[in-house]
């Protein structure tokens, strides 16, 4: 993973304030035009622009995530209010973090689950490229869109 690049800093402040403030997020990988999704709990890292989770190497998921990068997902609230409709659609690089960046995601994914520290796997991103918030408390159908310069991104 590169250091933080200055498109970074432009995505919208409630689109970080939504990633941080919820949980879990559903990953979709696809691999020989056969997709799946797995459901994880996750931390979001404004410094890296990256979605952090704990999964085992072995994980159908993992497997295919290292085989085509280019995955995609959602995240929903937490709780969810019927009228007040909230959720992230995004798209994004899967990759295993090495050396400084993963001592930087450590510190933020055991910052939020700290009980995570005793269970087994490791931890993975999704370096975000593209992002949607649909956020009705703006307005009915209001939608906040950010993308990065991936040429990496299929």
Known sequence: MTEPEAAITAIDKRIV??????????LAVSKDNSPYCATCFYAYS?????????????????VIGLENHSVAGSVLPDKLITGKVKGIQFSGLF????????????????????????????????????????????????????????????
């Open 17 to 26: 304030t939504f990633l941080q403030s919820q949980t879990v997020l559903t």
């Open 95 to 154: 990759e295993k973090p090495e050396g400084t960046v993963l001592s930087d995601l450590q510190k933020v994914y055991y910052r939020k689950y700290p009980f995570a520290m005793a269970m087994s796997g490791d931890l993975w991103i999704v370096r975000l490229g593209w992002v949607k918030f649909t956020d009705n408390t703006l307005g009915f159908g209001t939608k906040l869109t950010w993308s990065a310069n991936m040429p990496d991104l299929k």
């Open 46 to 62: 404004l410094e890296h622009n990256a979605l952090i989770f704990k999964s085992s190497g072995e994980t159908r998921h993992v």
